[in-house]
């Protein structure tokens, strides 16, 4: 018999032409079900789907300065770097790298957001006013750098990554995988997972991940990937590339988020907690009402 060293994947997830399924069937059948899907043809709207590349980051913002895991660096010698990266010696990877802080011009290629981002109940007038949940980001990589960390997103929020260049190869996991996932217990821990080597998995410390069953896949320029709330996933870089992300909330994981966002700003705070729970739940119900 073969001995399992590790995870079973599938490489067949859901593929759409965003012209071909639209808004209502996408909602339906992807993001209320909480079903990932890759969507094609969702941000040639963007100026930056046919200018943002590695030679027009380094010709054109070679000295914008950047920390990278604690390193001091400019976009050029970044952009060097993830030029000659491999497996073996992996250039910084750029990621969560908030697009707000790049020049304004830059932020107006990625405007506005692709339709399958929607509904994004952070988009929500008396929300932004008091707090902004939304969080667009740049990610710059070279082939053999990996995300650090096997993790579903931060207060159950939806995530969105559209890629621009290159080729990413995604790792994904369903909630249901949670108890095979060996994540942490207290409250900053508990989305992401102690398992350092989806490859190779060390089974004598993570026995249970062997049994895990998820997917694997390549996103490619040009598509959009639909990671829904409570998926745990984490990615390699292929070929250099270039990646923007935005996080959301609606129907689908609003009472998640919700919980969450309770638990972890107003701990301790009941009077806090109570508020925000009526404050939060008068905002979904009227978005309920307005999708």
Known sequence: MEKVSGPQFTDQIDRHR?????????????????????ISGGIEHWVARKKWTLDFFKQQYGGMPLT?????????????????STP????PYLRNHPV????????????PMPECVSPNWFDNRLLKTWKDFTYVELYI????????????????????LMQLEGVKEYVAFPPDQAP??????????????AVDNIETPDLTRFPKFCSASGFRFKLFPGETLFVPSGWWHTARILSPSITVSINGANAA??????????????????AKKAVGSVY???????????D
């Open 253 to 270: 994981n609003w009472k998640d988020f919700s919980r969450d966002f309770r638990q972890s700003y107003w701990a301790g705070h009941k």
């Open 68 to 84: 990278v895991d604690g390193r001091q660096l400019s976009m050029g010698t970044l952009i060097d770097e993830v030029k000659v």
């Open 18 to 38: 965003w012209a071909d399924i639209g808004r209502k069937r996408y909602v339906r059948e992807y993001v209320l079900p909480l079903k990932p899907v890759i």
């Open 100 to 111: 707000k802080d790049l020049p304004e011009e830059l932020q107006l290629d990625v405007q």
């Open 280 to 290: 939060l739940g008068v905002i979904g119900t009227m978005m309920r009402m307005a």
């Open 88 to 91: 073996e010696r992996p250039a």
């Open 141 to 160: 990589g070279g082939t053999g750098a990996k995300f650090p960390v096997l993790h579903y997103d931060g207060l159950h929020t939806h995530a969105f």
């Open 180 to 193: 095979l996932m060996y994540a942490g217990q207290d409250a900053a821990h508990e989305n992401k997972s």
